[in-house]
T-cell receptor
């Protein structure tokens, strides 16, 4: 039974399109995240969502919008896709957030390719 | 800006060799984590270190947190092909809108050849 699952695993689309990636966790965690991993394997946080509190990373373009229908789900919607959005997007969850942040549980990633 | 710098970026060794990878910063962290990521998968936590000078062992892997809590090292003894992967260090940030979130180093890509 997968702890953090995200769909789709692969996504190929044209520039200018809008796409969504879904994420679900069955760990009962309060905090969920979206990370972007570029071609050089650098993992960069995009958003965290803790009990209905959305923390926006100021470097993320507003074309990216997370949506959390409940604490077990955190979806990522991307408008007007650009070539530079091509990357692997990881969803993660943790029991807590803060100075003693606990273990992050990651999904398997969603590889987005923008043509 | 708090950054985690990892070295070396790439490491290719033969089975049975020992190796050490490093994670350095100019910032002080309350804790530091090490993850391993295999191709096509998400990172998986190996260890969390919290106290300056702390040493933790996980089978053939030894993790150390620097006394000043600014750096960490991972030492692997008698490396096996199964140790192959991307090793990432991570620490919680304490500035701006990202406070409390984990930031990651750029990783060390380890390849252990039989």
């Amino acid at each position: 039974d997968t702890a953090v699952s995200q769909t789709p695993k692969y996504l190929v689309t044209q520039m200018g399109n809008d796409k969504s990636i879904k994420c679900e966790q069955n760990l009962g965690h309060d905090t969920m995240y979206w990370y972007k991993q570029d071609s050089k394997k650098f993992l960069k946080i995009m958003f965290s969502y803790n009990n209905k509190e959305l923390i926006i990373n100021e470097t993320v373009p507003n074309r990216f919008s997370p949506k959390s229908p409940d604490k077990a789900h955190l979806n990522l919607h991307i408008n007007s896709l650009e070539l530079g959005d091509s990357a692997v997007y990881f969803c993660a969850s943790s029991l807590q957030r803060g100075a003693r942040t606990g273990e992050l549980f990651f999904g398997e990633g969603s590889r987005l390719t923008v043509l | 800006t708090q950054l985690l710098e990892q070295s070396p970026q790439f490491l290719s060794i033969q089975e049975g060799e020992n190796l050490t990878v490093y994670c350095n910063s100019s910032s002080v962290f309350s804790s530091l984590q090490w993850y391993r990521q295999e191709p096509g998968e998400g990172p998986v936590l190996l260890v969390t270190v919290v106290t300056g000078g702390e040493v933790k062992k996980l089978k053939r892997l030894t993790f150390q947190f620097g006394d000043a809590r600014k750096d960490s090292s991972l030492h692997i003894t008698a490396a096996q092909p199964g140790d192959t992967g991307l090793y990432l260090c991570a620490a919680p940030v304490n500035y701006g809108g990202s406070q409390g979130n984990l930031i990651f180093g750029k990783g060390t890509k380890l390849s252990v050849k039989p």
